[in-house]
């Protein structure tokens, strides 16, 4: 029989198309058979299409070729299949038996208690972690390093908000670290050079947080009394910072103040000022969509400030009994004015002044949702009107800028509560 013939003839040349399970790996190819007769020269004999024997044998390489390539291509495939299914075998190992968990679960977890357990940290591989960990602290620490520079070039200021970001970093990396090594520990997935690396990061910690306190330290001592500023965070009705100076009776007066907020509705009473009797005698206020205001003994001026951005603006308010006048100020340009604001009514004395709350009761009855969210500084008090030149040097941080008469900005006079923090005031420098 010919055809069986040149089929045996094939499977001599090339024995891998035959093997069984490999048929698959041959894709579009196909099979042409040929009838050879009896005298016939095999060799000679030609598939339809081709030209000759070699041109026959040259495609039986080129197909035996393929069949090489593919087998290669699917061992690369199983070997990447492997360790991506081991891979996954210890990230779910790792999921279904946490630290300190028996295999059996359920019932178990009561060892786990007490312990920080960090769910949200990522369940990469050890070395990964403690890699991206080490990239992290040694971001921190170059851009300490420039801020230990920077210092020695202004030793009057003090560089708060990257010290601040950067302490709460270093506090969460210490979490994080510390938390994610102790359970590779325990899930024995810590080898010699992960502790190494482990103790390299520690060690970093330990010289970042001391070189930040001595910054700290060094720059507080050498800060004047005035180049401050008050911060509150959150809108808390605990946190709040109280002027140890009560008002005199004033039958005018100019309230001054930086301020910086992007709080949302409203930033909230930058400062109250509450007498017996009366707990809204001169108010600052933006509560809720409503805009500023400026309240006394309770009736309500609307001013034209448009501060609400995030960036530090000077505003000033000022007032006179007579006809109940009032002038209002932002960044050194008046913004807007009127009159009948509580006319031929004095401010009266032996009050309560509050920085960051709305008080409802003399000293207290603080509302969160009239809290002060944002950064405070240089508040102001005189017991006269400013000129529109007196104020356009206070915003401008003109050294012949004057402190107020009656309530002088410095940290002596400033009590804090509740959370609320002091640090360098900023804004001066960057207008210099």
């Known amino acids: 029989n010919l055809p069986l013939f040149i089929l045996l003839l094939l499977f001599l040349l090339s024995p891998q198309l035959y093997l069984p399970g490999r048929g698959q790996a041959l894709g579009q190819t196909r099979f042409v058979c040929t009838s050879v007769p009896l005298d016939g020269d095999v060799c000679a004999a030609s598939a339809p299409g081709s030209g000759s024997a070699e041109e026959l044998r040259t495609t039986v390489l080129q197909l035996r070729e393929t069949v090489l390539q593919q087998k290669e291509t699917i061992m690369n495939q199983k070997e990447t299949i492997r360790e991506l299914t081991a891979k996954l075998g210890r990230c779910e190992s790792q999921n279904a038996l946490e630290p300190g968990e028996p295999k059996g679960g359920g019932a178990g977890r009561k060892g786990g208690l007490g312990k920080n357990t960090m769910g949200d940290l990522s369940r990469a591989p050890a070395a990964e972690t403690l890699s991206q960990l080490g990239q992290t602290l040694q971001s921190l620490k170059t851009r300490l390093e420039n801020l230990e520079q920077f210092s020695r070039m202004n030793s009057s200021s003090q560089t708060t908000n990257l010290k601040d970001i950067l302490q709460n970093k270093i506090d969460d990396l210490e979490k994080q670290v510390l938390s994610r090594v102790n359970s590779l520990e325990e899930g024995k997935f810590s080898p010699k050079n992960e502790s190494e690396e482990r103790g390299k990061i520690e060690s970093t910690l330990t010289s ?134 509580a006319p031929y009514h004095p401010i009266k004395p032996q009050g309560v002044l509050v920085l960051g709350q709305e008080q409802d009761t003399l000293g207290g009855g603080f509302d969160a949702t009239q809290a002060f969210v944002g950064e405070l500084a240089h508040f102001n008090v005189w017991d006269r009107k400013l000129s529109p030149g007196e104020v356009y040097s206070l915003a401008t941080c003109s050294t012949r800028a004057l402190a107020g008469n009656v309530i002088a900005w410095a940290e002596a006079n400033i009590d804090i509560y509740g959370g609320a923090t002091k640090w360098t005031f900023e804004a001066c420098r960057q207008l210099n």
């Open 208 to 341: 970042l947080h001391q070189r930040i306190s001595d910054l700290e330290k060094g720059q507080k001592d050498n800060r004047p009394p005035d180049r401050f500023q008050l911060t509150f965070p959150l809108r808390t009705n605990y946190m709040y910072a109280k002027v140890k100076k009560s008002l005199p009776e004033m039958y005018a007066f100019s309230v001054c103040m930086w301020m910086k907020s992007n709080a949302s509705p409203g930033m909230g009473t930058p400062f109250s000022y509450a007498v017996p009797g009366q707990a809204n005698e001169l108010v600052l206020i933006e509560w809720g969509n409503n805009p500023m205001e400026i309240l006394i003994n309770d009736k309500v001026a609307k001013l034209p400030f448009v501060i609400n951005d995030g960036k530090w603006h000077h505003i000033c308010v000022t007032w006179t009994t007579r006809d109940g006048v009032w002038e209002a100020y932002q960044d050194g340009t008046q913004t807007g004015n009127g009159e009948n604001l």
